[in-house]
């Protein structure tokens, strides 16, 4: 009994031995099967549509967003430390230069100038009969040039009243539209305190920003179109001066351009869709966007050649709203595959569907 059970087990172990051995080999044989299937899937063909490239005129344009800005901006304030008794100036309305907007407490200012204006009076009287004792000789010299050094004194202090009097009319630098009055008659203001603003807008700055890769190809004089929110109409405008320094987080330069403002219409603050018009570029190559593949460093696209893609490494310029502008890597004539991108490698087999 103990013989045939020990039979048994040795018979169970060989099974157990023999299934080790021949299991990993037959499941190598089924992956080696799936793998040489796998290898002859890249050997099919690849649908796809593809493009001729005809080179075209470009062009060249720059879209970008930018804001309005006013000729000429200014907080009005006072420079010195008085009350307000008058206030002469409509708000939102049109004030001409050298209109008196505001107008300081200068009572205390009179009072001096009236005081000193009597020491003038009462020092000349002096002079006059100093000079006669001077003429007779009962007067020395140094004594009447006293006299003369006091009356200047007296006249230099009248012109300080008068300039810090001039002060408290405060006038309207240049022509333009009144903001909105911050204080009211009675307020004790000083030249931290913004009273209104001024803005000259019967002509407006627009500022916006282009790519440094621009700075060669623009310059003063061009023209712009430029787009206001509410408005369906397009405006135009002439680049004035750029800002020399390149901005270091977004590599980008802030270009001024102005404009006719007729009637006031369009306001400082508002946001504004600029496109920049640059010289048009001759025989441009252009492609579909969706044929550009991005890499780690560049870009590329897939061209057919005897009926297999090829990757061509490609630099690029300008882009529009579909096409985007090949600077360097291909030809007019090149064949540009469109369609498929993901499922190409270099060398795969190219059925082309649709040409255009």
Same mark, same amino acid.
């Not at 009072?111 to 000193?116: N, Q």
């Not at 008659?185 to 803005?199: P, R, Y």
């Not at 006031?264 to 504004?272: A, H, I, Y």
């Given at each position: 009994?103990?013989?045939?059970?020990?039979?048994?087990?040795?018979?169970?172990?060989?099974?157990?031995?023999?299934?080790?051995?021949?299991?990993?080999?037959?499941?190598?044989?089924?992956?080696?099967?799936?793998?040489?299937?796998?290898?002859?899937?890249?050997?099919?063909?690849?649908?796809?549509?593809?493009?001729?490239?005809?080179?075209?005129?470009?062009?060249?344009?720059?879209?970008?967003?930018?804001?309005?800005?006013?000729?000429?901006?200014?907080?009005?304030?006072?420079?010195?430390?008085?009350?307000?008794?008058?206030?002469?100036?409509?708000?939102?309305?049109?004030?001409?230069?050298?209109?008196?907007?505001?107008?300081?407490?200068?009572?205390?200012?009179?009072?001096?100038?009236?005081?000193?204006?009597?020491?003038?009076?009462?020092?000349?009287?002096?002079?006059?009969?100093?000079?006669?004792?001077?003429?007779?000789?009962?007067?020395?010299?140094?004594?009447?040039?006293?006299?003369?050094?006091?009356?200047?004194?007296?006249?230099?202090?009248?012109?300080?009243?008068?300039?810090?009097?001039?002060?408290?009319?405060?006038?309207?630098?240049?022509?333009?539209?009144?903001?909105?009055?911050?204080?009211?008659?009675?307020?004790?203001?000083?030249?931290?305190?913004?009273?209104?603003?001024?803005?000259?807008?019967?002509?407006?700055?627009?500022?916006?920003?282009?790519?440094?890769?621009?700075?060669?190809?623009?310059?003063?004089?061009?023209?712009?179109?430029?787009?206001?929110?509410?408005?369906?109409?397009?405006?135009?405008?002439?680049?004035?001066?750029?800002?020399?320094?390149?901005?270091?987080?977004?590599?980008?330069?802030?270009?001024?351009?102005?404009?006719?403002?007729?009637?006031?219409?369009?306001?400082?603050?508002?946001?504004?869709?600029?496109?920049?018009?640059?010289?048009?570029?001759?025989? @441009? &190559?252009?492609?579909?966007? $969706?044929?550009? *593949?991005?890499?780690? /460093?560049?870009?590329?696209?897939?061209?057919?050649? %005897? !009926?297999? @893609? &090829?990757?061509?490494?490609? $630099?690029?310029? *300008?882009?529009?709203? /579909?096409?985007?502008?090949?600077?360097?890597?291909? %030809? !007019?004539?090149?064949?540009?595959?469109?369609?498929?991108?993901?499922?190409?490698?270099?060398?795969?087999?190219?059925?082309?569907?649709?040409? %255009?």
């Amino acid at each position: 009994m103990n013989k045939s059970v020990r039979n048994i087990s040795v018979i169970l172990i060989l099974i157990v031995i023999a299934a080790l051995l021949i299991i990993p080999k037959l499941l190598s044989e089924s992956n080696s099967k799936q793998g040489g299937s796998g290898r002859g899937n890249k050997d099919q063909e690849v649908s796809a549509d593809a493009i001729i490239i005809r080179p075209v005129e470009l062009e060249n344009e720059i879209l970008t967003s930018g804001t309005i800005y006013a000729n000429e901006e200014v907080q009005i304030r006072s420079e010195l430390t008085r009350k307000i008794t008058g206030i002469y100036f409509k708000e939102g309305g049109f004030v001409p230069a050298g209109k008196v907007m505001f107008k300081l407490d200068d009572s205390d200012i009179l009072a001096r100038l009236r005081k000193l204006d009597l020491d003038e009076e009462l020092n000349l009287k002096q002079q006059e009969r100093e000079q006669t004792l001077l003429d007779k000789g009962l007067l020395t010299l140094e004594e009447f040039d006293v006299r003369q050094t006091n009356i200047e004194k007296i006249r230099a202090d009248i012109e300080v009243l008068e300039v810090e009097l001039d002060k408290t009319n405060i006038t309207a630098p240049f022509s333009g539209i009144a903001g909105f009055r911050n204080v009211s008659i009675g307020s004790l203001v000083n030249n931290t305190v913004a009273l209104t603003t001024v803005q000259d807008i019967g002509k407006i700055k627009i500022d916006f920003s282009i790519p440094e890769k621009y700075i060669s190809v623009f310059k003063p004089g061009q023209t712009i179109n430029y787009k206001v929110e509410g408005y369906d109409e397009d405006f135009t405008g002439t680049v004035t001066s750029y800002d020399p320094r390149i901005n270091e987080s977004t590599r980008s330069i802030i270009v001024r351009a102005t404009s006719g403002n007729s009637g006031n219409r369009l306001l400082p603050g508002s946001f504004v869709k600029v496109k920049l018009n640059l010289e048009n570029i001759d025989n @441009a &190559v252009m492609i579909p966007t $969706e044929a550009v *593949i991005p890499k780690l /460093k560049g870009q590329s696209v897939f061209v057919y050649e %005897n !009926g297999i @893609a &090829v990757s061509k490494d490609i $630099e690029t310029g *300008i882009r529009t709203d /579909k096409e985007i502008q090949i600077t360097s890597g291909l %030809n !007019g004539g090149d064949t540009i595959i469109t369609t498929n991108i993901l499922r190409l490698k270099p060398n795969s087999k190219i059925k082309i569907v649709k040409i %255009n």
